[in-house]
């Protein structure tokens, strides 16, 4: 999807991006705050205007994905069934101008061309117990890790909600660097100690097999701690050097593949420490950020009129447009999800009109199950009567406009990337209040992982030298 680059806009161009994103989502924040299960009971059709209804109404799935989000297929001239109205087609173009884009800035060959679970570009001992997606991210990242920190003289990486220690494991024992693991399960720990010894002994057979190929750096394991990180308070053992030796001292760059919620923001915080030299941090579930305290961060987005983001337009800030695109163009039945949920709530509120949007969990293939059968096994799930009487003239009218549920759907997906975009923004613009130098990069393939913006920041410029984080090794 196209959008403007974040790299390399000037301080008053973030300002002025910030400045438009803030006024966009005021103005149609009736869709990007809606819950798309109120669509009957709240009458969301109703609350856009008649020529978008017109223009919206009866288009299929594909066509959403080509004529609304933008994803024609290669080569595609997206065609109008009718005339749009401008309003309707300067929202597309504004949400398209104003969202970072999230397409990374160099061509590169499919890791999973051979093998869709097992990249390439990892060898087998590094791939073990690793999904894809994984892969490509803790390959991503621990190669801009490793450049990094080869560009800012750091002496050691600290991987903040290091989880399992996938991306530890590769960026010690894979990249040669001196990691540092930081996390607050202890079972995830254990289970990362576990791993490490794994990998050690595969590696030494694998040495054994080859005895010809030379290790090119020296091989640490993971250092792994134990500890819950405060959002609002620095953790001394974050900052402390894992060479404790008197003549050290230590410069340490901080990283967080899709650090959650307030994660993300506590590498932020403790990046003006004096031990810290650079970060990467890839942040992911916005909706968990504190309020007040995790957003807004910058004085500047948090002086702008209408900065304000609730929940809701935190959380669908975090969904994956490109694969919901995907799911349009294939117009598979698996759609028509959010038309029976919103249909089982007008259901639940008849009967108990106080019990509103409850979670509905565990109902497996909701596409092969008649809508009155689904809003019964609904109903047992939130503690009502299943057999309850049904109006089936009125489910039936409810799953007629699916259609229209996921025309809507769309319009708040095509906002949600600016969203994301002002959370992004004010972390940018809060590292250059307090002196120090920001980038956000592309780095991961949007169709394997939609959070895939990392904030690169440092504290001197690195000039020239910048471009080398966003290529590709061979």
Same mark, same amino acid.
């Given at each position: 999807?196209?959008?403007?680059?974040?790299?390399?806009?000037?301080?008053?161009?973030?300002? +002025?991006?910030?400045?438009?994103?803030?006024?966009?989502?005021?103005?149609?924040?009736?869709?990007?705050?809606?819950?798309?299960?109120?669509?009957?009971?709240?009458?969301?059709?109703?609350?856009?205007?008649?020529?978008?209804?017109?223009?919206?109404?009866?288009?299929?799935?594909?066509?959403?994905?080509?004529?609304?989000?933008?994803?024609?297929?290669?080569?595609?001239?997206?065609?109008?069934?009718?005339?749009?109205?401008?309003?309707?087609?300067?929202?597309?173009?504004?949400?398209?101008?104003? *969202?970072?884009?999230?397409?990374?800035?160099?061509?590169?060959?499919?890791?999973?061309?051979?093998?869709?679970?097992?990249?390439?570009?990892? #060898?087998?001992?590094?791939?073990?117990?690793?999904?894809?997606?994984?892969?490509?991210?803790?390959?991503?990242?621990?190669?801009?890790?490793?450049?990094?920190?080869?560009?800012?003289?750091? #002496?050691?990486?600290?991987?903040?909600?290091?989880?399992?220690?996938?991306?530890?494991?590769?960026?010690?024992?894979?990249?040669?660097?001196?990691?540092?693991?930081?996390?607050?399960?202890?079972?995830?720990?254990?289970?990362?100690?576990?791993?490490?010894?794994?990998?050690?002994?595969?590696?030494?057979?694998?040495?054994?097999?080859?005895?010809?190929?030379?290790?090119?750096?020296?091989?640490?394991?993971?250092?792994?701690?134990?500890?819950?990180?405060?959002?609002?308070?620095?953790?001394?053992?974050?900052?402390?050097?894992?060479?404790?030796?008197?003549?050290?001292?230590?410069?340490?760059?901080?990283?967080?593949?899709?650090?959650?919620?307030?994660?993300?923001?506590?590498?932020?915080?403790?990046?003006?420490?004096?031990?810290?030299?650079?970060? *990467?941090?890839?942040?992911?579930?916005?909706?968990?950020?504190?309020?007040?305290?995790?957003?807004?961060?910058?004085?500047?987005?948090?002086?702008?009129?209408?900065?304000?983001?609730?929940?809701?337009?935190?959380?669908?800030?975090?969904?994956?447009?490109?694969?919901?695109?995907?799911?349009? +163009?294939?117009?598979?039945?698996?759609?028509?999800?959010?038309?029976?949920?919103?249909?089982?709530?007008?259901?639940?509120?008849?009967?108990?009109?106080?019990?509103?949007?409850?979670?509905?969990?565990?109902?497996?293939?909701?596409?092969?199950?008649?809508?009155?059968?689904?809003?019964?096994?609904?109903?047992?799930?939130?503690?009502?009567?299943?057999?309850?009487?049904?109006?089936?003239?009125?489910?039936?009218?409810?799953? *007629?406009?699916?259609?229209?549920?996921?025309?809507?759907?769309?319009?708040?997906?095509?906002?949600?990337?600016?969203?994301?975009?002002?959370?992004?923004?004010?972390?940018?613009?809060?590292? +250059?209040?307090?002196?120090?130098?920001?980038?956000?990069?592309?780095?991961?393939?949007?169709?394997?992982?939609?959070?895939?913006?990392?904030?690169?920041?440092?504290?001197?410029?690195?000039?020239?030298?910048?471009?080398?984080?966003?290529?590709?090794?061979?």
């Amino acid at each position: 999807m196209p959008g403007v680059s974040a790299r390399g806009l000037s301080l008053e161009q973030r300002r +002025q991006l910030a400045v438009n994103l803030t006024r966009v989502l005021a103005r149609y924040r009736s869709i990007v705050d809606a819950y798309i299960i109120e669509f009957f009971t709240d009458n969301l059709w109703g609350t856009l205007p008649c020529s978008w209804q017109e223009a919206l109404d009866g288009l299929n799935p594909p066509q959403l994905a080509t004529q609304l989000l933008g994803m024609p297929g290669e080569g595609e001239v997206v065609r109008y069934r009718s005339v749009w109205p401008l309003s309707l087609l300067a929202l597309k173009s504004t949400a398209c101008a104003l *969202a970072f884009t999230r397409t990374p800035g160099f061509q590169t060959p499919s890791e999973f061309l051979e093998n869709p679970s097992q990249s390439s570009r990892l #060898t087998a001992p590094f791939r073990k117990h690793v999904r894809p997606k994984k892969q490509h991210e803790i390959r991503r990242l621990g190669e801009l890790v490793k450049k990094l920190s080869d560009l800012t003289g750091c #002496t050691q990486v600290v991987d903040i909600g290091s989880g399992q220690g996938h991306l530890s494991r590769f960026m010690s024992l894979g990249l040669g660097l001196l990691v540092k693991s930081i996390e607050g399960d202890q079972r995830l720990v254990q289970r990362a100690q576990r791993l490490d010894q794994e990998l050690l002994q595969a590696l030494e057979k694998e040495e054994k097999r080859h005895p010809q190929v030379v290790q090119a750096s020296p091989r640490y394991s993971p250092h792994h701690v134990v500890r819950w990180v405060e959002p609002m308070a620095l953790c001394e053992e974050l900052l402390l050097p894992l060479d404790t030796s008197p003549q050290s001292r230590a410069r340490l760059l901080l990283t967080g593949l899709h650090a959650c919620g307030d994660l993300s923001v506590t590498l932020l915080r403790h990046f003006s420490c004096p031990q810290v030299v650079a970060l *990467a941090s890839v942040g992911c579930c916005y909706m968990k950020l504190s309020d007040p305290g995790g957003y807004p961060l910058s004085q500047w987005v948090a002086g702008l009129p209408g900065h304000e983001l609730p929940y809701r337009l935190r959380e669908g800030a975090c969904h994956a447009l490109e694969e919901y695109a995907e799911r349009l +163009q294939k117009s598979g039945p698996g759609l028509r999800t959010h038309c029976y949920r919103a249909a089982l709530e007008t259901v639940i509120r008849g009967a108990q009109p106080e019990l509103r949007r409850p979670g509905v969990q565990g109902i497996p293939r909701i596409h092969e199950l008649k809508i009155e059968e689904y809003v019964r096994r609904g109903l047992r799930r939130v503690g009502l009567d299943p057999q309850l009487p049904l109006n089936l003239a009125a489910l039936q009218a409810h799953q *007629a406009q699916e259609n229209r549920v996921v025309a809507f759907f769309s319009l708040a997906l095509l906002l949600a990337p600016l969203v994301e975009t002002l959370i992004l923004l004010d972390r940018l613009l809060y590292v +250059q209040e307090q002196g120090f130098y920001a980038e956000l990069l592309p780095i991961f393939s949007p169709a394997l992982s939609p959070r895939n913006l990392v904030l690169v920041a440092t504290k001197r410029p690195l000039g020239e030298a910048f471009s080398l984080l966003e290529m590709e090794d061979s």
